[in-house]
């Protein structure tokens, strides 16, 4: 890993997660929701970033593989 992490800063007033790419100074958002998004850990192995995003105290787990941004959400929340 060491060249990458995880980023938040308030965008449009709400925290958002992006990739901070430090050997090509490049940022790549990963979150660009009207929600709020909250990042939480690397993988083991540094492939995959854990986020959260509040939509509207419906909280969701979501997981990023670092190379393409790619989601996948893990914890769906469920409607009456």
Known sequence: MGRRFDYIQR??????VA???IAGRKLAW?????????????????????????ADGRV????????TTRLE???PWLEA
Request: proline share 4%; aromatic share 12%.
């Open 11 to 16: 965008k449009e007033r709400l925290p958002k």
């Open 19 to 21: 990739f901070l790419d």
């Open 30 to 54: 990963v979150t660009d929701t009207k929600w709020e998004a909250s990042s939480g850990d690397f993988s083991p192995d540094g492939r995959r970033l854990t986020y959260t995003i509040n």
């Open 60 to 67: 969701d787990t979501y997981v990023a593989d670092v190379a």
């Open 73 to 75: 959400r893990k914890s």
